[in-house]
């Protein structure tokens, strides 16, 4: 097999609340209707919404931004 590149995007997250159920690309629970979950975005570039991950509001709380999305300034 190849080598695969990849392109690598600076994001940052965004708050949001669900209007559909989501799971959080961490734990793995379901982020109910009307809850405030942290959206991944692209900051230069778009990210599209199939790629980007989604956190509950527990594990953004308890990792914070930087641990989740794994880059460091």
Known sequence: MG???????ETRL?????KFPEICTNCK???????IYH????VKEH???LISRRFC???????????????TR
């Open 39 to 42: 959206l991944e975005e692209g």
């Open 57 to 71: 509001s527990k594990c953004y709380a308890k990792y914070g931004e930087k641990k989740l999305i794994g880059y």
């Open 47 to 49: 990210l599209h919404s």
């Open 3 to 9: 080598n695969m590149n990849q392109i690598k995007i």
């Open 29 to 35: 629970t379901k982020i109910p209707n009307g809850e």
């Open 14 to 18: 965004i708050k949001k609340i669900v």
